[in-house]
């Protein structure tokens, strides 16, 4: 099968880069196996666990059925980019304490799901924090957890 | 396979124009790159379209007018959008998660045209006109003739949806979609179902309007069960009736989800629920 490159111009977690990839190259293979970066985890690969969800223009995709092709000039975050200086951020934190990561695969995902959520609603209720989760599978926590982590920085007057 | 970045509609149609159904038009990729990743399609050319600024408006005026860009998160969230569509704003919010809704198209849900589309009925009982356009010129159509057959539509291989049209929720009407699944969250209807009933001012129906999918290859309007509502005051004969014509109207598959007779015997209940949110959203 011949390959056609594609040139594509996209920052991730604020660096710019320009890449030639392939036609049906997903984000999620761009970042795992051409960025290394290895924190954005393959479940399902057809959009439906959210293990992969990554923040485009700060909304959330499953980067596994998002085509890199179609990044020109969009911003891409990922969990990586939610720490800095070797401190985690707080959600990431907040998971720690609430025990709301078990094997943690899923992990990565729920916390760009929820940092696109609370960006946009700095204080969800717990039924909006349920609802915006609906694309996030966990089988380990039960969802408690995790609903409890961002319930904790609700109390403590702002981000968790 | 190539791929090529649109960035007005005329680019786009250029490309179809040259490459037709050897070129396949990508938008946000929530079903078209499920189905190449499944090797479903294969097709020569991807056409992204997203960058068209041009086809994700949304303006409301005596007919709604939705660019095929819309996405299912504004549809969801759009309080304008919501009052004059509420029906399509419940269904956009239960097509997958938010990944899903962020960047999956209306468009794309509609031209897709699977059995399973969740904002079918609701642009059905809408009246929706789609409207498509090539290099040869531009028709309109209702959205009753646009699904031909599971995944299949009348739209040319060198052809584009362009906009939707439909009715906003008119005064003394109510409307409703409801979805019949397994869990609360992520699923593919077993039933889906949207209902547009108007009142007159003594509480009787004066106009009806009834669409169902997952029951049938495409999704479809029921008139023979519109027309029992008409001039009743929905009580349980009135019910009875249009739930037997909503059984007539219905071909439905033994899947894994549910089988044909589960998804047959639960029209009449989701009917009688969405009558009543219908006349429950009617203040007389």
């Given at each position: 099968m011949t390959v056609n490159g594609v040139g594509v111009a996209f920052s991730v977690n604020g660096v710019a880069h320009r890449l030639e990839v392939g036609p049906g190259e997903t984000l999620l293979h761009t970042l795992r196996e051409r960025l290394r970066l290895t924190g954005t985890k393959e479940g399902c690969v057809e959009g439906e666990c959210g293990a992969c969800t990554v923040l485009v223009d700060d909304k959330p995709v499953d980067s596994c059925i998002f085509i890199t092709a179609a990044l020109e000039g969009r911003r891409v975050r990922t969990v990586e980019g939610l720490s800095g200086d070797g401190a985690l951020g707080p959600l990431q934190q907040a998971f720690i304490d609430y025990g709301s990561t078990q094997c943690g695969f899923c992990t990565p995902g729920f916390l760009m799901t929820l940092t696109a959520l609370l960006e946009e609603n700095p204080s969800p209720s717990p039924s909006e924090v349920r609802q915006a989760l609906d694309g996030n599978i966990c089988r380990c926590t039960g969802y408690r957890q995790i609903i409890e982590a961002v319930a904790s920085g609700i109390e403590n007057g702002g981000r968790p | 396979?190539?791929?090529?970045?649109?960035?007005?509609?005329?680019?786009?149609?250029?490309?179809?124009?040259?490459?037709?159904?050897?070129?396949?038009?990508?938008?946000?990729?929530?079903?078209?790159?499920?189905?190449?990743?499944?090797?479903?399609?294969?097709?020569?050319?991807?056409?992204?379209?997203?960058?068209?600024?041009?086809?994700?408006?949304?303006?409301?005026?005596?007919?709604?007018?939705?660019?095929?860009?819309?996405?299912?998160?504004?549809?969801?969230?759009?309080?304008?959008?919501?009052?004059?569509?509420?029906?399509?704003?419940?269904?956009?919010?239960?097509?997958?998660?938010?990944?899903?809704?962020?960047?999956?198209?209306?468009?794309?849900?509609?031209?897709?045209?699977?059995?399973?589309?969740?904002?079918?009925?609701?642009?059905?009982?809408?009246?929706?006109?789609?409207?498509?356009?090539?290099?040869?010129?531009?028709?309109?159509?209702?959205?009753?003739?646009?699904?031909?057959?599971?995944?299949?539509?009348?739209?040319?291989?060198?052809?584009?949806?362009?906009?939707?049209?439909?009715?906003?929720?008119?005064?003394?009407?109510?409307?409703?979609?409801?979805?019949?699944?397994?869990?609360?969250?992520?699923?593919?209807?077993?039933?889906?179902?949207?209902?547009?009933?108007?009142?007159?001012?003594?509480?009787?129906?004066?106009?009806?309007?009834?669409?169902?999918?997952?029951?049938?290859?495409?999704?479809?309007?029921?008139?023979?069960?519109?027309?029992?509502?008409?001039?009743?005051?929905?009580?349980?004969?009135?019910?009875?009736?249009?739930?037997?014509?909503?059984?007539?109207?219905?071909?439905?598959?033994?899947?894994?989800?549910?089988?044909?007779?589960?998804?047959?015997?639960t029209l009449r209940g989701l009917l009688e629920r969405a009558a009543i949110q219908c006349r429950e959203a009617v203040t007389l």
């Open positions: - | 396979m190539q791929f090529r970045r649109a960035q007005t509609l005329d680019e786009a149609l250029d490309v179809l124009g040259e490459l037709g159904k050897d070129a396949r038009i990508l938008a946000g990729g929530t079903d078209v790159v499920i189905q190449y990743l499944h090797g479903e399609i294969a097709p020569e050319t991807l056409v992204h379209i997203e960058g068209i600024g041009d086809l994700a408006t949304v303006s409301l005026n005596h007919r709604t007018t939705l660019g095929p860009l819309v996405t299912h998160r504004a549809l969801a969230t759009d309080e304008a959008l919501g009052t004059a569509h509420p029906a399509l704003a419940a269904s956009a919010r239960t097509v997958g998660g938010w990944q899903t809704q962020a960047v999956g198209t209306i468009g794309g849900n509609i031209c897709n045209a699977s059995p399973a589309a969740d904002t079918a009925p609701p642009l059905l009982v809408a009246d929706a006109h789609v409207t498509l356009a090539s290099r040869r010129g531009k028709r309109r159509l209702a959205l009753t003739d646009f699904f031909i057959d599971r995944r299949q539509t009348v739209m040319d291989p060198d052809e584009m949806l362009t906009a939707i049209d439909l009715d906003p929720l008119p005064a003394g009407a109510g409307e409703a979609y409801l979805k019949l699944g397994r869990r609360g969250a992520m699923e593919v209807a077993l039933v889906g179902m949207a209902v547009r009933i108007g009142f007159a001012a003594d509480g009787t129906v004066d106009s009806a309007r009834i669409a169902l999918c997952s029951v049938a290859p495409t999704p479809r309007r029921v008139p023979e069960a519109e027309e029992a509502l008409i001039g009743s005051r929905l009580n349980a004969s009135v019910l009875d009736a249009a739930g037997e014509a909503l059984r007539a109207a219905a071909c439905p598959i033994d899947d894994a989800r549910a089988s044909a007779s589960y998804r047959m015997r």
